[in-house]
């Protein structure tokens, strides 16, 4: 079946959403736009998953300063002692230094990739948050498209539903994984204690 979409363009991904094509045809046009600017100046919800992906962040790179410079002390204390070090001693701490190099570089490694699956994570979680939430305002006004206000040359303010987006879209319950908590196992049943001999009489 043809339809008519609504395109919204998220920087990240595009968004469509749909009206049947004989809805379309059968009431009169109304359209509106949504400004992703002024979303995310006034969703508190946004931004405070942007806040607490800045601290994983802050985090992360906080993690890998410690590691370099505990790397940078042992090198700086070769530098000045290698010589009057015993071979034995010198070439302990050079291999230690190694160590410490290669656990930099797999810790900067793995924190590269916790970052950017959590950022992909988050991106699809708001996508799928944003997309309920202007459908369920543009089946409820009737709207035959909603636009994204960075994709339009011109249009009239009285068409922004901006505000109306960040008061639903904060109103949800922030859910960070998207999943209920799995309920834990129940605990097993003991067996019965055997039953102890009578004495005879």
């Given at each position: 079946m043809k339809k008519c979409l609504v395109i919204l363009s998220m920087g990240f991904a595009a968004i469509l959403f749909a009206v049947p094509f004989h809805e379309c045809l059968a009431q009169e046009a109304k359209f509106a736009?949504?400004?992703f600017q002024k979303f995310a100046a006034k969703s508190k919800r946004a931004q405070n998953q942007q806040q607490k992906f800045a601290q994983m962040v802050d985090a992360k790179r906080a993690a890998l300063e410690t590691k370099k410079k505990e790397m940078e002390a042992l090198n700086e204390q070769l530098q000045?002692?290698?010589p009057m070090l015993k071979e034995e001693t010198r070439n302990e701490k050079i291999?230690?230094?190694?160590?410490?190099?290669?656990?930099?570089?797999?810790a900067e490694k793995e924190a590269q990739n916790a970052l950017q699956n959590e950022q992909r994570e988050q991106q699809e979680i708001f996508k799928r948050d944003i997309t309920k939430v202007i459908n369920q305002i543009r089946a409820a006004k009737h709207y035959t498209l909603i636009f994204d206000s960075a994709a339009l040359l011109s249009a009239d303010?009285?068409?922004d539903i901006t505000d109306e987006v960040v008061?639903?879209?904060d109103a949800e319950p922030e859910d960070a994984k998207g999943a209920a908590a799995k309920p834990k196992p129940a605990a097993p049943t003991?067996?019965?204690?055997?039953?102890?001999?009578?004495?005879?009489?």
């Open positions: 736009f949504v400004d000045k002692q290698g291999k230690q230094l190694g160590i410490k190099e290669m656990e930099f570089k797999l303010d009285a068409l008061r639903l879209y003991q067996a019965p204690a055997p039953a102890k001999p009578k004495a005879p009489k």
